[in-house]
């Protein structure tokens, strides 16, 4: 599976837009981007993922490059409960099981 | 629906002591991984079960550690003769019969301290 690259940290007001960056270069063409957040103490919760298309569901939206190099998650009104470490995990249609939890971006969203 | 369910969620043991950790799929699903987080770690996987079969343990250390999904009952992580450094979260997760790639819905994890 493909590596990812994601900022430490980042942080955004409520209510606005939180936009979290991946980098994920190596990417091959059967491998879909998945994202994960991971609120303090509670295990890993599922939040979209995509092939090549942008995607959109109740929790965010995600775009992803032509080139399919990098993507971004958005969250489109941040709240303070989407405090939270995010995970951007890329991971082969057909072959690949393993979820391959990388440090993540810590996203800390201000009142 | 419930979800996953894992218990107990907290676990204290001291060295030398065994360790039982258990969790219970969403209903409908027959595939269960673990997952360990360290502190102030990502989570790594472990072991990948269907019922009554390990398909892939290769994240499992060599020694003391086990794991079984049977017929019937929760899958079973168990570690033997646990030592500090197996002081972790333990998080199983579970998917539904289908393609691999299926979103696994996590538990709420066992914190398993050794003294």
């Known amino acids: 599976d493909a590596k990812t690259t994601q900022p430490p940290s980042m942080d955004c007001a409520e209510g606005r837009a939180a936009n979290l960056p991946c980098n994920h270069s190596?990417?091959?063409?059967?491998?879909?981007v998945y994202w994960y957040r991971q609120i303090h103490s509670q295990g890993p919760q599922y939040i979209i993922h995509?092939?090549?298309n942008n995607e959109t569901n109740e929790m965010a939206s995600l775009i992803i490059t032509e080139d399919r190099k990098s993507s971004t998650l958005i969250l489109p009104h941040a709240t303070l409960r989407d405090t939270a470490v995010y995970y951007c995990?890329?991971?082969?249609?057909?072959?690949?099981?393993?979820?391959?939890f990388g440090s993540g971006t810590r996203l800390l969203v201000r009142p | 629906n419930a979800g996953v369910m894992q218990n107990p969620r907290h676990l204290v043991r001291r060295r030398g002591q065994e360790a039982r950790l258990r969790c219970s799929p969403m209903k409908g699903h027959s595939h269960v991984y673990w997952y360990r987080q360290l502190p102030e770690e990502g989570l790594k996987f472990m072991v990948y079960l269907q019922k009554e079969n390990i398909i892939d343990e290769s994240g499992m250390p060599k020694e003391r550690f086990s794991a079984e999904f049977p017929k019937e009952g929760p899958s079973i992580l168990r570690i033997q003769q646990v030592v500090r450094g197996d002081s972790a979260a333990y998080f199983c997760?579970?998917?539904?019969?289908?393609?691999?790639?299926?979103?696994?819905?996590f538990g709420p994890g066992t914190r398993l301290t050794v003294l």
């Open positions: 995509g092939l090549k």
């Open positions: 997760a579970s998917s539904p019969e289908g393609l691999s790639y299926n979103e696994q819905f």
């Open positions: 995990i890329v991971r082969a249609m057909d072959s690949s099981y393993k979820l391959i």
């Open positions: 190596t990417i091959s063409g059967n491998e879909y």
